[in-house]
């Protein structure tokens, strides 16, 4: 049985949850589920990072100790990740006894390396961020990235030699393409590196909230020495090796973009020198907005996680989180769009699906699941059987390259390719010509439906096995060997409706308050906006159009189970050969229509250039096929 060790970062305690902090650990989660469905031992780490400076502070501000504090806000994240029903297998809370045990014996094994030097730091601090920056970080007293305030510290501290193995990280990022992910985070890091590393000054004497600084109790250490530990006592740390040894090095890290330093240099940095080895996968993804506006306590649009699992069912919340961005993509959380992908993916595709198949079984079959008469040379059936199987592997191997939101699309497309099997076979007409083949044909549904729901099991954790149930169906590790047939004959149990439609004018309230224009503008309402589709396309295929010279015929791909055909008129200003591999803007709900006669699926977004010739817009490298402009 191979393991598969997936982490989250740990949270601060200075606040409640919020929907950042629930986007991480819900991630963790899907993979974590889709890994027991596949039958790997897992283990999923989360928690909270609860010493340094800016927790002190908070504290004392409330005027309670910093363990209150934290004892506080640790109760409220694992009141909301149970709420959320997340499937950790332990949340870790760094003011632990066996955490502080780790921290201590990493420490130790730095000095012992001949890592470790005492100095004095003068420079720029920033609590909030809780590191260290140089003054080209800094403008205005305030961090260029984060924001953050900074405040000057000069004070003996220990250095770790982090400049030492400025080489050893430039080789660890050129070891494969997938420890450090996405790759243009990789090229980020690999560029910071490779500029130079300074010493990392890892203790203060100046407060006193964190784990002691082993042989030197004058100093603490610095937060993050202790915080990122946390990933090895997780799995057992230095006493448990057993278990060390079954989970480390963990197959994948999750985190936020903006703390990628902390992950991709410092703590590969650190394991490099108390010789374990690095992870297998550190991810950073990307940070949620909303209603385009950054979340921030002073303009009060903070989402509170535990209040949101209040306002939309939790696999809603769950897919639209996983379905609206690739992972590493930033995104922009709106309630309309939480609604819209509810109402047309989750209740006319899935819900639809679930529910009419369920009813015809009754009315058909007497509610009677059929037994399975082995391989159907029916070419709709042995359709359907292809689909189901393609979609087993795309799932899984978009998972593995942890694209989340494919391995849904795949889900969507397949329960959709069910739905057009049902249009294509109309069970009620068969019902009344021949009763031998509407059995043969509602087995196939069911069964395409179950697998659909052992698929979607890691996205949908509190719908997919509702209707599981209904179908007699209750196994451990779906996802190891799935075979075709499976679905055994009992009698169904028809699930309530799965997903509710909900009006999206009843969402729109918690929008941005309705401007009033200052001049006469012909303004379209937002929900305008969201009607028109326009997606990144990367165009596969260019061929002129004979007998319109301004035309292009493309095959582009827009991240769907099919590409599409698009005719372009474009020809004056790019050849074929310019485009292809390119990654353009698409409009993609545009009615198809026939241009010169050949079928257009799209429309390519073009400027007029000063010259009158035409001006594609390119995405690059990072940005996903499929990705919704918006
Ligand atoms: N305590 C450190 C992590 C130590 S890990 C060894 C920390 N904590 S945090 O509470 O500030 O943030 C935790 C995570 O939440 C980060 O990965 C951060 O990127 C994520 N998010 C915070 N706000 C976010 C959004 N608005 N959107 C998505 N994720 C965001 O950093």
């Avoid at 978009?398 to 959709?416: G, I, K, Y």
Wanted: with cysteine.
């Amino acid at each position: 049985m191979s393991s598969f060790y997936v982490t989250t970062p740990i949270y601060y305690v200075n606040g409640a949850p919020h929907l950042g902090h629930v986007y991480t650990t819900l991630i963790a989660d899907t993979l974590a589920i889709h890994h027991r469905d596949r039958g790997d031992d897992v283990f999923f780490l989360t928690g909270t990072d609860e010493h340094g400076l800016k927790v002190q502070r908070a504290a004392e501000d409330l005027g309670i100790s910093p363990q209150a504090l934290a004892d506080q806000n640790a109760e409220k994240f694992k009141v909301v990740f149970d709420k959320y029903k997340l499937t950790y297998d332990r949340f870790i809370r760094t003011t632990e006894a066996d955490h502080k045990a780790t921290v201590t014996e990493v420490v130790n094994r730095m000095k012992a390396k001949g890592d470790i030097y005492l100095d004095t730091y003068a420079g720029w601090y920033s609590a909030s961020d809780e590191a260290f920056y140089d003054e080209s970080e800094i403008e205005d007293g305030k961090v260029i990235a984060s924001g953050s305030a900074v405040e000057w510290v000069e004070e003996s501290s220990y250095f770790f030699k982090l400049s030492k193995y400025e080489n050893q990280l430039l080789d660890w990022y050129k070891e494969n393409d997938t420890n450090i992910k996405p790759d243009s985070r990789r090229n980020e890091v690999a560029s910071f590196v490779s500029g130079g590393l300074r010493d990392l000054s890892i203790s203060r004497t100046t407060f006193d909230w964190g784990i002691d600084f082993p042989g030197d109790p004058e100093h603490v250490l610095y937060v993050w020495v202790d915080a990122l530990t946390n990933y090895l006592t997780g799995v057992g740390g230095f006493t448990d090796k057993d278990k060390f040894a079954k989970y480390w090095p963990a197959d994948c890290q999750l985190l936020g973009k903006d703390i990628l330093r902390f992950h991709a240099v410092y703590w590969p940095a650190f394991l490099f020198s108390i010789d374990i080895t690095p992870p297998k996968q550190v991810f950073a993804h990307g940070w949620w907005v909303v209603d385009n506006v950054k979340m921030s306590k002073s303009l009060g649009n903070f989402i509170d996680a535990g209040d949101l699992a209040d306002e939309f069912s939790l696999d809603v919340l769950r897919y639209f989180l996983t379905r609206e961005i690739p992972l590493g993509s930033d995104g922009n959380f709106s309630r309309v769009r939480v609604v819209e992908r509810n109402n047309s993916e989750l209740a006319d595709n899935l819900g639809n699906l679930v529910n009419r198949s369920f009813a015809m079984t009754e009315k058909f079959l007497e509610g009677q699941i059929p037994k399975f008469n082995g391989p159907s040379s029916d070419p709709l059936d042995s359709e359907l059987v292809g689909h189901a199987k393609l979609a087993y592997e795309n799932i899984l191997a978009a998972m593995d390259r942890r694209e989340t939101h494919r391995a849904l699309e795949f889900v969507m497309s397949f329960s959709s390719e069910i739905n057009l099997y049902i249009q294509k076979t109309q069970p009620w007409k068969l019902n009344k010509e021949d009763k031998e083949r509407v059995a043969v044909v509602l087995y196939h549904i069911l069964e395409a439906i179950r697998w659909v729901c052992h698929l979607a099991n890691a996205f949908l954790p509190n719908t997919a096995p509702v209707i599981l149930e209904g179908l007699g169906v209750d196994v451990e590790s779906p996802l190891k060997d799935l075979s075709w047939g499976g679905l055994a004959p009992s009698k169904i149990n028809s699930p309530p409706v799965l997903f509710e439609k909900l009006d999206p004018k009843a969402f729109e309230a918690k929008i941005e308050e309705p401007v009033e224009p200052e001049e006469k503008v012909d303004y379209i309402e937002f929900d305008d906006f969201l009607a028109v589709n326009m997606r990144v396309g990367k165009i596969l295929e260019a061929e002129a159009v004979e007998g319109a010279d301004k035309l292009l015929k493309l095959e582009v791909d827009l991240g769907e189970r099919k590409n599409r055909q698009v005719v372009a008129g474009i020809a004056k200003s790019y050849g074929p050969g310019d485009l292809i591999g390119k990654k353009v803007a698409v409009v993609s709900n545009l009615k198809p229509r026939k241009i010169f006669k050949i079928l257009s699926e799209g429309m390519l977004l073009a400027a007029d250039t000063e010259e009158g010739g035409l001006q594609l817009t390119f995405y690059p490298e990072n940005v996903s096929v499929g990705t919704r402009l918006s």
